[in-house]
């Protein structure tokens, strides 16, 4: 457990931070190669879902006060099952948040180290990352409670400065490639919310666990509106952006802005708000991992666990030979696994688990 609640306000800029993550690298590019000019119109019908989805994963928790989904798989199949949902879980965590650091480090080698050994930079964020966590969650949230605001203000910023840089018409032909390719197979852009996951999670960790839903829908809805954002300023500015092999769409964005003869090249200072939004990305995600491996193992102190799921960090992070490896791994094999771990796996442990407990309720009503 936790030795600290986690309040409704940090509990919504937790879920934020796998969007916010995620959109810092090629999400926006990615949505845009997908649905190209409808993208803004198929994230609004793709986030009107991914609201619906979360709303369901609220009403499915309810009869499930204070347990996690590691829990309530116990309570569906037993140790076996918990153990093996668990494992997939720290699989998921571990694996994701490894290749997005390593797509990161490249983004940051490229710009200012390209003399530097990746391997460096790696162990950087490792380094940083197993130091916070030796401290209490506290820490970490409160300053996510800092990062995640300033990164989702940097993106308003980052629009409105960039306006006179837009064409509008670029969002012709409205519907894209076509009603099929804007609402069928654009329904993959869902991945987007894989923020999601959090909510699996977080319930026992609650201040006020009766603002699950407030969290769900705040959370949700700001995610749409933060994706939004970003890929109006690409689409907008960028006519064939989305063929561009560009490390960074919003990299790209920031190097646009320009106030007078004073203002100018700010892209350091979005840079260094999200190597700070990554570092505390990285650290929640450690923290969930030891929290889910204890669950799993029931051993009682996580602080040994810290160096060694760090280091497991660092070699898979080291795993690809290059940038277009680790690329690939992001844009093919990462949304299989948000599809098939996030919502149909965790949504059908919920369902079950909610079938079970009304079939237990109503035998109980039999007996008596």
């Known amino acids: 457990m936790l030795k600290s609640k986690i309040g409704t306000f940090e509990a919504i800029m ?31 019908y793709v986030s009107i879902i991914a609201i619906i989805i979360s709303y369901l994963i609220c009403k499915l928790l309810r009869n499930f006060p204070s347990l996690d989904i590691i829990d309530i798989s116990e309570t569906l199949g037993g140790k076996v099952f918990k153990n093996i949902i668990g494992i997939i879980f720290i699989v998921y965590f571990i694996s994701s948040s490894s290749i997005l650091l390593r797509n990161f480090c490249e983004c940051l080698k490229i710009i200012y180290y390209p003399m530097t050994d990746i391997t460096f930079i790696l162990l950087m964020f490792v380094v940083a990352v197993c130091l916070a966590n030796r401290l209490d969650f506290s820490a970490t949230l409160k300053t996510n409670l800092l990062v995640i605001p300033l990164v989702l203000f940097s993106m308003v910023f980052l629009f409105v400065a960039n306006t006179k840089n837009f064409s509008p018409q670029r969002i012709f032909p409205i519907l894209g490639d076509g009603i099929f390719n804007t609402f069928v197979t654009g329904l993959g852009n869902i991945t987007a919310f894989a923020g999601i996951v959090y909510l699996y999670f977080i319930p026992p960790y609650l201040k006020e666990p009766q603002k699950l839903k407030k969290i769900v829908l705040a959370s949700t809805g700001i995610s749409a509106i933060y994706l939004i954002l970003c890929v109006s300023t690409i689409l907008f500015m960028f006519s064939s952006f989305i063929i561009a092999n560009e490390i960074s769409s919003l990299y790209s964005a920031t190097r646009y802005i320009e106030f007078g003869s004073f203002f100018q090249r700010l892209e350091s200072v979005f840079l260094l708000i999200w190597i700070l939004a990554f570092a505390s990305y990285l650290s929640i995600v450690l923290k969930f991992t030891m929290n889910i491996f204890k669950k799993v193992t029931n051993i009682k102190t996580k602080k040994p666990l810290i160096d060694i799921f760090g280091l497991l960090m660092f070699g898979i992070a080291m795993l690809p030979e290059n940038l277009a490896i680790s690329e690939k791994f992001e844009n093919t094999i990462y949304p299989s696994l948000v599809i098939g771990i996030v919502f149909a796996l965790g949504l059908s442990i919920l369902i079950l688990a909610n079938i079970k407990h009304k079939k237990g309720l109503s035998n109980e009503k039999n007996i008596t």
């Open 14 to 44: 937790l879920i934020l931070t796998i969007v916010v993550t995620h959109t810092i690298l090629s999400l926006p590019r990615n949505l845009l190669i997908t649905t190209k000019s409808a993208t803004i119109i198929n994230l609004i």
